[in-house]
């Protein structure tokens, strides 16, 4: 069954059972969807106990007509229907919004969820590392930006707004797996990925060349007050090469170590060579990653 924003706590309290790691909470579900072209968000009733709730989302940093599904269902109910049924629901209402293929991920060493979604004719279309810094272990780092560049923060610099558009306009393509994407429009992506929930002015490091924006990388903040994100860290094309990126990722690390964070973690595309070694370069150390399956909704998914 599909809920609304009032019963969303039900959706959060499945999903934090089961993702104890990664908890949500019902005003970002909202705020995703308020960023989404469209989200949906169901609820697997068994015995009148909720045992499984999922999600699916339309036109957010997602290829044409194509959707993004997860789901996840309470340990001791596994095995009696509620996956599939989550996932069928899911690969109906994509349908109805035009949508001929269906996305989601599984982390890696998840050898059961793995076989359940390869069973439903779910193909690997990519993977990602998971990295963490532990931030008591490293000292902060010197900036250190090449010669002409400073590195400031949008906070600092109000107003750079155009400037922080053209680099993501050059840098989002060039990400593995982001090729087919389509470039938000300036309104859109300034309201949805730079203002969200879990944006902050502050976060969003730039790297200026007199008055040009060159470079910029951003840092998203999740319910968890001891963590943050890593968000795009992108530089224009005319500029990489001269360690614009190594010194946006290490005003990060400065600034969040002298607020107080614990972790930072970001997600890498596996192809994406070049910002996996700038980040192991800055003792950021690979966990379990996640593996990116997407299955034809015209096969019956």
């Given at each position: 069954?599909?809920?609304?924003?009032?019963?969303?706590?039900?959706?959060?309290?499945?999903?934090?059972?089961?993702r104890a790691d990664d908890p949500t909470t019902v005003e970002e579900l909202v705020d995703w969807k308020r960023?989404?072209?469209?989200?949906?968000?169901?609820?697997?009733?068994?015995?009148?106990?909720?045992?499984?709730?999922?999600?699916?989302?339309?036109?957010?940093?997602?290829?044409?007509?194509?959707?993004?599904?997860?789901?996840?269902?309470?340990?001791?109910?596994?095995?009696?229907?509620?996956?599939?049924?989550?996932?069928?629901?899911?690969?109906?209402?994509?349908?109805?919004?035009?949508?001929?293929?269906?996305?989601?991920?599984?982390?890696?060493?998840?050898?059961?969820?793995?076989?359940?979604?390869?069973?439903?004719?779910?193909?690997?279309?990519?993977?990602?590392?998971?990295?963490?810094?532990?931030?008591?272990?490293?000292?902060?780092?010197?900036?250190?930006?090449?010669?002409?560049?400073?590195?400031?923060?949008?906070?600092?610099?109000?107003?750079?707004?155009?400037?922080?558009?053209?680099?993501?306009?050059?840098?989002?393509?060039?990400?593995?797996?982001?090729?087919?994407?389509?470039?938000?429009?300036?309104?859109?992506?300034?309201?949805?990925?730079?203002?969200?929930?879990?944006?902050?002015?502050?976060?969003?490091?730039?790297?200026?060349?007199?008055?040009?924006?060159?470079?910029?990388?951003?840092?998203?903040?999740?319910?968890?007050?001891?963590?943050?994100?890593?968000?795009?860290?992108?530089?224009?094309?005319?500029?990489?090469?001269?360690?614009?990126?190594?010194?946006?990722?290490?005003?990060?690390?400065?600034?969040?170590?002298?607020?107080?964070?614990?972790?930072?973690?970001?997600?890498?595309?596996?192809?994406?060579?070049?910002?996996?070694?700038?980040?192991?370069?800055?003792?950021?150390?690979?966990?379990?990653?996640?593996?990116?399956?997407?299955?034809?909704?015209?096969?019956?998914?």
């Open positions: 069954m599909t809920v609304d924003a009032d019963d969303l706590h039900r959706v959060v309290r499945v999903h934090n059972t089961v960023q989404a072209e469209d989200m949906v968000w169901v609820v697997a009733v068994a015995e009148g106990e909720d045992v499984g709730v999922g999600i699916g989302i339309v036109g957010w940093h997602s290829e044409p007509q194509t959707a993004r599904a997860h789901a996840w269902v309470l340990r001791e109910a596994r095995g009696r229907g509620a996956g599939t049924a989550l996932f069928t629901e899911l690969a109906r209402w994509s349908s109805a919004r035009g949508c001929s293929a269906l996305e989601t991920k599984v982390a890696s060493d998840d050898e059961a969820s793995l076989a359940w979604v390869s069973r439903r004719g779910f193909r690997e279309v990519g993977s990602e590392s998971h990295l963490m810094l532990e931030l008591d272990t490293v000292d902060p780092p010197a900036i250190d930006p090449p010669e002409g560049i400073e590195i400031t923060t949008w906070a600092d610099r109000p107003g750079i707004e155009r400037g922080l558009y053209e680099v993501y306009v050059e840098a989002e393509p060039d990400i593995p797996g982001e090729e087919a994407n389509e470039i938000t429009p300036f309104d859109k992506w300034l309201a949805n990925d730079m203002r969200g929930l879990s944006d902050r002015p502050e976060g969003v490091f730039a790297a200026l060349a007199g008055d040009e924006v060159v470079g910029f990388a951003k840092l998203a903040f999740p319910p968890d007050p001891t963590r943050a994100f890593h968000d795009l860290t992108g530089v224009k094309r005319a500029w990489r090469g001269r360690g614009i990126a190594g010194a946006l990722k290490r005003a990060q690390i400065a600034w969040a170590k002298e607020h107080g964070y614990e972790l930072l973690l970001t997600a890498n595309e596996e192809r994406n060579e070049p910002i996996r070694r700038l980040n192991e370069r800055h003792g950021y150390r690979v966990g379990p990653g996640s593996i990116v399956l997407r299955t034809d909704l015209s096969d019956g998914a």
